[in-house]
């Protein structure tokens, strides 16, 4: 099968691959990169569950072509904690208010907040909800996901 050559920035790093032209991104994350963190659930763009971001923005990798990423910045669930291991706020405050019980939906929210938190510091509740609407859980009711986003955004603010 014939190959195409990309390059891309993932998680700050430089990253060169040769894929299938059709190889969606979820695919080459999890089985050509080991990067199981980012989960894949409908396969459909509807659960959010593989939610990376795109220079930044959230994006379903489970529908998008890993051709899309060409020359652009990625960033997965793996690039959050610094390079010591120190965990993002938003995944610290997820622990914290134990925000996650399988955990399945947990990557694609912390996704989704964290674009949030970078482009708003201080989203009410409804900014919250409104930028995790996209994602869904099966199993908390979403009230300690929603507390976990405003606890990270408090403890941003601490940080500055
Ligand atoms: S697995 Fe991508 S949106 Fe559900
Ligand atoms: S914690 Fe189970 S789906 Fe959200």
Do not use: W
Request: aromatic residues 2%; contains cysteine; proline residues 4%.
């Amino acid at each position: 099968m014939s190959t195409t050559k990309l390059s891309f920035k993932l998680n700050g790093h430089s990253m060169e691959v040769a894929i299938a032209p059709n190889t969606l991104l979820i695919d080459l994350l999890r089985d050509d990169l080991g990067l199981t963190g980012t989960k894949v659930g409908c396969r459909e763009g509807e659960c959010g569950a593989c939610t990376v971001l795109l220079d930044g923005e959230p994006v379903n990798s489970c529908i998008l072509p890993t051709i899309k990423v060409a020359g652009r910045s990625l960033t997965t669930i793996e690039g959050l904690a610094n390079e010591e291991g120190e965990l993002d706020e938003i995944q610290q405050a997820f622990m914290d208010e134990g925000a996650a019980q399988c955990g399945f939906c947990t990557p694609g929210m912390i996704m989704n907040a964290k674009a949030l938190l970078n482009k708003n510091p201080n989203p009410d509740e409804a900014e919250i909800r409104q930028s995790l609407s996209g994602v869904l859980c099966r199993c908390t009711g979403y009230q300690k996901i929603v507390q976990a986003v405003v606890t990270a955004s408090q403890m941003k603010k601490l940080q500055e």
